[in-house]
Structures are given as C-alpha cells and as structure tokens.
C-alpha cells in the first residue's frame, strides 16, 4: 500500500508540476505575443511615431505605447522660402547680371503646382521643379515664349544653366544655385 500512495503522490506531483509549467509558459507567452499596431503621423515639421500594443489578453494597464519626436527643418519655408518667393538673378555662372531691359531677371517656384517662372530678357519661360530630399532641386520641362530678340545668348545660357541645377542654398536672402559644390547662379529677394 506504501507503494502505492508513494506512485500516487508522484504522479500527482508530476501532474501538478506539469500544469503549473503550462501556466507559467502561457503566461509568458501571453505577455510577448501581442497585436502591434503602428501608425505615423506627420505634421509639418514633426514626425510622431507611436506604437500600440494590444491584446485581449493583457490589462489595461500593461499595455505600452511610446512616442518619438523629430524635428527638422523644412527646406522650403523660413523668412525667404525657396518656392513663393520671386528670386532676382544678379549673378550667373560667376559674373554680375545687370538686366538689359527695364524688367528683373528672376525666377519664382510655386511649391503647389510644382512649377516655376522664369524671365531673362526676352522670352518667358515655364517648366517643373522636383525636390527630391532637402537641398536638392533639380528643374525640368522647360519651355517659353519664341520671340527673337538681341543678346539671346543670355538667355540661352541662363535656361542651360538652371537645367544643370542639383541643389541649391538660402543665406539671408539669397539663393544660390550648385551642380554639385560650383555655384551656377545667385539670386537676391525681390522685396
């Protein structure tokens, strides 16, 4: 009979032990497996990225969420925004730019259409722009007016110049138009 209840309380102790270890494993996982869920949110000039965790499993109060915040600075605004702001030409491929006529060189980038204006002594011209990441510009599908005047060589070389535009820079209020570190053109606000 010892024999017995000795076989009986080990196996009743392997029992025991066997489901507290289910229990316990359960529990582990039901605390690493979890519904994430992520969103990003974007205004302006924040980036918030937050993480949910859910489970039916979990309390309330064991479910996390945590928050980053990015602050950078967006290229296209400040004092003197790169687009909405009408840019004078006073210096191509480094020589001084004194117009011709009574009408400013310039050029003028609209951020909505993507579009930008141009003017260099004759003919007016039109064509896209593409910001493809922060201080890259680069000009495209340009086309204008095609009135023969003098001095067309300005103008041709001005167009042939923006075209090899890569990047660009804002100091006060002053652009600067680069192919890589070269400075092809530089422009004041036009107040």
Do not use: R
């Not at 011709?100 to 003017?119: P, Q, R, V």
């Not at 004759?122 to 922060?134: D, E, L, Q, R």
């Not at 023969?148 to 060589?153: F, G, Y």
């Not at 890589?180 to 606000?189: D, P, V």
Request: glycine share 4%.
């Amino acid at each position: 009979m010892k024999k017995f209840y000795f076989i009986l309380g080990i196996a009743f102790l392997t029992i025991v032990s066997c489901k507290n270890q289910e229990t316990s494993e359960t529990d582990v996982i039901n605390d690493t497996i979890v519904n994430q869920d992520s969103t990003m949110v974007v205004n302006e000039t924040e980036v918030v990225d937050s993480t949910a965790v859910d489970s039916s499993d979990v309390d309330l109060l064991n479910k996390m969420s945590t928050s980053t915040t990015n602050s950078s600075t967006d290229p296209s605004e400040g004092k003197y925004a790169l687009a909405e702001t009408k840019w004078k030409l006073v210096e191509l491929n480094g020589k001084a730019v004194k117009s011709a006529t009574n009408k400013d060189y310039f050029i003028n980038l609209d951020s909505k259409s993507g579009k930008f204006a141009t003017y260099a002594g004759c003919n007016n011209f039109s064509g896209t722009f593409v910001m493809k990441a922060a201080k890259k510009l680069a000009f495209s599908k340009i086309a204008g007016t095609k009135m023969a005047c003098l001095n067309m060589s300005f103008e041709s070389n001005f167009i042939t110049t923006i075209e090899k535009t890569d990047n660009y820079m804002i100091e006060d209020n002053v652009l600067h138009l680069h192919k890589g570190k070269a400075m092809l053109a530089k422009f004041e606000s036009a107040k």
